[in-house]
Nanobody
Framework: VQLQAFGGGLVQAGGSLRLSCAAS????????LGWFRQAPGKERDFVAY????????VYVDSVKGRFTISRDNAKNTVYLQMNSLKPEDTAVYYC????????????????WGQGTLVTVSS
């Protein structure tokens, strides 16, 4: 499984960005796709995940109501729509896949994309 994340950039506080994570190499049915982020000097933190079949979602509290994770099964792509962005959302965002279950623990994910930088200016 190969994951490629893109869509990051520089945006002012209050703005929006949509990240995409394109998967290739294997049919994604039954997998879990997650988004994580890592700010400078900090650990990689969970942002959101979605179950590939049912589309069930979980978010970290700090992004609830502002971020939306979704998937397009036909395109093997997961999206992270980010609205009302804040400077504290600045980080490198990574998508990741778990072959068997969904979890907020980054250590449990088997495949990772290369990351895309999101910078939110105040």
């Amino acid at each position: 499984v190969q994951l490629q994340a893109f869509g990051g950039g520089l945006v002012q506080a209050g703005g929006s960005l949509r990240l995409s994570c394109a998967a290739s190499g294997r049919t994604f049915s039954g997998y879990c796709l997650g988004w994580f982020r890592q700010a400078p000097g900090k650990e990689r933190d969970f942002v959101a995940y979605i179950t590939w079949r049912g589309g069930n979602t979980v978010y970290v509290d700090s992004v609830k109501g502002r971020f939306t994770i979704s998937r397009d099964n036909a395109k093997n792509t997961v999206y992270l729509q980010m609205n009302s962005l804040k400077p504290e959302d600045t980080a490198v965002y990574y998508c990741a896949a778990n072959l068997n279950y969904c979890t907020t623990d980054s250590q449990e994910y088997d495949y990772w994309g290369q990351g895309t930088l999101v910078t939110v200016s105040s």
